[in-house]
């Protein structure tokens, strides 16, 4: 089974400057590959017409320092995945650790965290990873396994808080072909404007006639430490999708399935919850 790219190599690459044409790199060592590394580009800017920043980068790569591109793949802020090395060549951005990990390029800005769009790009590619390794795949940060600041403040926060796990029921979504990112965040709940959540309370939120949502849930007002599980429905699942710590506001983003309309909000603890709709299927 081939990993899945919604942009392939062939997209962005110019003549005599393809990654092929700049390495001698064996193929992709599935045997030995037991880690996903996330990078940034340690850049205050990004152009956002990501065939031109990867032209750019390979060019540099290639007549400056006289090899390819070391990533496997690239994500954009618009949750676009763009082949790289893929599986065609290991990676060659991890020093010493190339031959265990899957490297993805995280197109941020500055120190910026990866935004849901990109979020829900990095779960769907952990995913087909681990689906096709026979290893146990870790997530890290390039800081992890390395003496840098890579992958930034924003991204290694969002990875020690496993923001880039998949989410149980992710099979639901069909990200190359069912996927609708809204231009705009649609905010369904806020219950600092209705009643705060209860301990062990179960509420139901309208969010619309899909099969799942992609959604940015917030605690604050927290009264103790607690979790919330968001379901489409049934018994709750033995989850969290976030964890929270009294008078702390923390985030997370997540797929979640959708029935009849609503999804089911499980908190343990006393607290504020604000949930905006970010894509659906």
């Known amino acids: 089974m081939s990993l899945k790219y919604h942009k392939k190599a062939s997209d962005w690459e110019l003549p005599k400057m393809e990654v092929a044409s700049h ?9 030995t590959i037991d ?3 996330f990078h940034y580009t340690g850049g205050d800017t990004v152009n956002r017409d ?11 790569y290639a007549r400056v320092r006289g090899y390819s591109l070391g990533y496997n793949c690239a994500i954009d802020q618009d949750g676009v995945v763009w082949e790289i090395r893929g599986e065609r060549f290991k990676c060659a951005a991890n020093k010493g650790r190339n031959d265990e990990t899957f490297a993805i390029h995280m197109l941020v800005e500055g120190q910026n965290p990866a935004n849901p ?13 681990r689906n096709r390794s026979l290893n146990h795949i870790s997530i890290v940060g390039h800081n992890d396994i ?3 600041q890579c ?3 924003g991204i290694s926060e969002q990875i020690r808080l496993g923001v880039f796990e998949p989410n149980i029921h992710e099979d639901v979504v069909d990200q190359e072909t069912s996927m609708v990112i809204l231009g705009v965040a649609e905010r369904v709940h806020d219950s600092r404007q209705t009643v705060k959540h209860d301990d062990l309370e179960i509420r139901s939120v309208y969010v619309g006639d899909h099969k799942a949502v992609f959604v940015n849930l ?3 007002n927290a009264e103790s430490g607690g979790f919330v599980t968001l379901y489409g429905g049934g018994h709750v699942p033995n989850v969290s999708n976030l964890n929270f710590q009294k008078s702390k506001d923390i985030c997370n983003a997540s797929w979640v399935p959708v029935q009849d309309g609503h999804i089911s909000v499980y908190t343990y603890g006393r607290v504020d919850l604000v949930i905006d709709k970010q894509a659906v299927v």
């Open 23 to 31: 390495t001698n790199s064996p193929p992709l060592p599935w045997d």
């Open 35 to 37: 880690k996903i590394a």
């Open 50 to 60: 990501t065939a031109k920043h990867l032209q750019d980068s390979q060019s540099y």
């Open 117 to 129: 769009a990109m979020v829900a790009a990095a779960r769907w590619m952990v995913t087909q990873i």
């Open 146 to 148: 390395g003496n840098t």
């Open 151 to 153: 992958p930034g403040l």
């Open 218 to 220: 917030t605690a604050t």
